[in-house]
């Protein structure tokens, strides 16, 4: 049977997503959970990497196990006696055989978190990037604009990355002020290494007046990405949701 997990956890203390040697991942923690459970290896298939430091609210994963003598719907409960406090499963369900967290994911929504302040607020900055002045919103929003479609996004995109196509959809880009918060939610077919950061980054850039509508032009056009702004931090990200 497949299983299907809905994940949320604190990436703080993680390394990611993804297993990685003599380093601590979200799932690797939940695969010894597993083991623990059953007595079986089982391998957690994600439906991506989230980078060191990045959150999740609702991560999807899924385990393929032949054994039935564990109910589905009970794997949340199990796990979350085992899990560390910083990882939990929200949700277990028995999926279709032919589901994968991964290949079949159509929508993914990460959210940014910033806010204004010329002090850091500790309530506030696990979770968000601490801004010191108001940014110009009006800007980062027709900017953002220029973003959404499909685009080869190479601009937008860390060195180190193997991916056959740089070319991807951004379906919205929203900007959001909630008191000293500005929050940025941006929803595509999938992403970049780093993808998500950039684009923040470089709208934040925007913002501050550093960089201006037509460098965000030549971004898209030109795929360099010395045009754009700063990578920026992995604590204000977190993975919101996973459509299929």
């Given at each position: 049977m497949i299983v299907k997990l809905t994940v949320t956890y604190?990436?703080?203390?993680?390394?990611?997503?993804?297993?990685?040697p003599n380093k601590i991942t979200v799932q690797e923690v939940i695969e010894k959970a597993l083991l623990t459970l059953t007595g079986e290896k089982i391998k957690v298939i994600g439906s991506g990497r989230t980078d060191a430091g990045v959150h999740a609210e609702g991560q999807v994963a899924h385990f393929k196990r032949e054994k039935e003598n564990i109910p589905p719907e009970?794997?949340?409960?199990?796990?979350?006696?085992i899990l560390p406090d910083d990882v939990k499963i929200v949700k277990s369900?028995?999926?279709?055989?032919?589901?994968?967290?991964?290949?079949?994911?159509?929508r993914k929504t990460y959210v940014y978190r910033t806010y204004v302040s010329t002090a850091i607020l500790p309530l506030k900055d696990r979770y968000a990037l601490q801004l010191e002045k108001?940014?110009?919103?009006s800007a980062m929003k027709e900017c953002a604009k220029l973003i959404e479609g499909e685009h080869d996004f190479k601009a937008f995109?860390?060195?180190?990355?193997?991916?056959?196509?740089?070319?991807?959809?951004?379906?919205?880009i929203d900007i959001e002020e909630r008191g000293n918060e500005i929050i940025f939610s941006v929803t595509g077919n999938?992403?970049?290494y780093n993808m998500v950061r950039i684009i923040v980054g470089t709208l934040l850039a925007v913002g501050r007046g550093k960089i201006g509508k037509k460098e965000v032009e030549d971004m898209l056009?030109?795929?360099?990405r010395a045009l754009g702004g700063k990578t920026i931090p992995?604590?204000?990200?977190?993975?919101?949701?996973v459509e299929y």
């Open positions: 604190d990436g703080t203390n993680y390394c990611g997503w993804q297993v990685q009970k794997f949340a409960l199990a796990l979350n006696i369900e028995r999926a279709d055989d032919d589901f994968s967290a991964r290949r079949s994911a159509k108001q940014p110009d919103v995109c860390s060195s180190g990355t193997s991916v056959k196509t740089t070319v991807r959809t951004v379906y919205s999938g992403f970049l056009a030109t795929g360099k992995a604590k204000g990200l977190t993975l919101l949701s």
